[in-house]
Each structure stands twice: as C-alpha cells, then as structure tokens.
C-alpha cells in the first residue's frame, strides 16, 4: 500500500484523494480550506446543474472521507522534503507535524511556494512544469491546478488533474496502467 500525500483539499487535491483512496492507498490530506470554490457557484461542473462552492467542498470532502481518506484539516503545510524513501510533509501542528509518504500531490493553487521550495522545475511563464500525467522534475512529486496553468482555472480542469496524478499513481503501483473504471454492479 502506498502512502499518498495531498497538500490541498480543494477540486485537484480532493479527486486524487479520492481515486487512491478508492484503490487501497493510504490517503492523507492536508487541507486549509482555503480553496477558490468558496468564491465560486458551479453551473459549468459537469453532472452538476447549479451548486454553491462551498457546499460542493463539503459534499466533495464527505464523499472522500466515505473512501477513507483521513484528512488534517485546518493542518497548514510548511514544507515538503524529498527523502530517499518518498516524501516528509511538516505542517503546523505541535503534534505530530510530520508525515512520511511515497507520493506527494500538490494542489494548492496558484500558490506555487512549495513546488519552488522543493526544487520543481518551472516553465517561461511562471507555471510549475508537469508532464500529461501532472509529474513535476521530481519523481513522485506532483502538481496540479491553477499551479501549473497560466489561466485555465476551472473546477473541472483541477479535478481532472488530480485524477490524472492519481490514476498515474496508481499505474506505477501496479506496474501497469491502471483504470478506475466502475460498472453498474459495483453500485450494488
């Protein structure tokens, strides 16, 4: 089992969340509530004909809990350090403020600051570089939403990122693409 570390907890950070969590990884997010959702009403979500954005957080966040994602929320991340064996995530929190994980997935929007602390490699107009599975420079490291997109800032978008790091995550743990692709009987 892996151990996947969010840094994020709006659309980007909540949908990788969701898909490793739903596949058996250790899921931790790290989430201030700080997402542009609370500024937001969704008419353009797909599937979604008009919800406010904050009920969409709190619908989103009840939905990944239900997968077992365990989130820390209000727990401010201050840094990510690459180690030999993954990830240590610090945050705020006098108790134990320190967490170790395999992956680390960036959601933070276009707040940038830890993806340029750790060393991620930037594009000629200020984006984090990623490639189509949102993997910066460093390996097991990623980037998503508004952080690696000059103007494309849409729920929908940043949702869909997280679930390309997550289902990029998932590929390498199998050690083959992998498809989170549900049928009707998995509904039963």
């Known amino acids: 089992m892996a151990r996947v570390l969010v840094v ?25 509530d700080e997402t542009w959702l609370h500024k937001a009403h969704l008419f353009n979500y797909l599937g979604i004909e008009s919800m406010d ?3 969409f957080a709190d619908v989103a ?3 990944a809990d239900s ?6 929320q209000g727990e401010a991340v201050t840094s990510v350090d690459s180690t030999e064996d993954g990830f240590v995530v610090h ?16 959601a933070t929007g276009a707040d940038r600051d830890l993806a340029e602390s750790m060393g991620c490699e930037f594009d000629d107009d200020g984006t ?10 460093i390996a097991d490291c990623y980037a998503t939403g508004a952080m690696v997109r000059d103007q494309e800032w849409q729920a929908v978008i940043s949702a869909g990122d997280g ?8 590929s390498k743990e199998e050690g083959e693409h992998f498809h989170d692709f549900d049928t009707p009987g998995d509904a039963e």
């Open 53 to 55: 954005g904050s009920r």
């Open 91 to 106: 945050t705020t929190e006098d108790v134990d403020g320190r967490y170790e994980g395999d992956y680390v997935v960036l």
């Open 128 to 137: 984090v570089s990623v490639t189509l599975s949102m993997e910066t420079s």
């Open 8 to 32: 994020g907890g709006g659309p980007a950070g909540l949908s990788a969340a969701l898909f490793t969590a739903k596949n058996g990884q250790e899921t931790k997010v790290f989430d201030t």
């Open 163 to 170: 679930g390309a790091a997550a289902l990029d995550i998932l």
């Open 61 to 63: 966040r009840e939905q």
């Open 67 to 72: 997968y077992g994602v365990e989130r820390h």
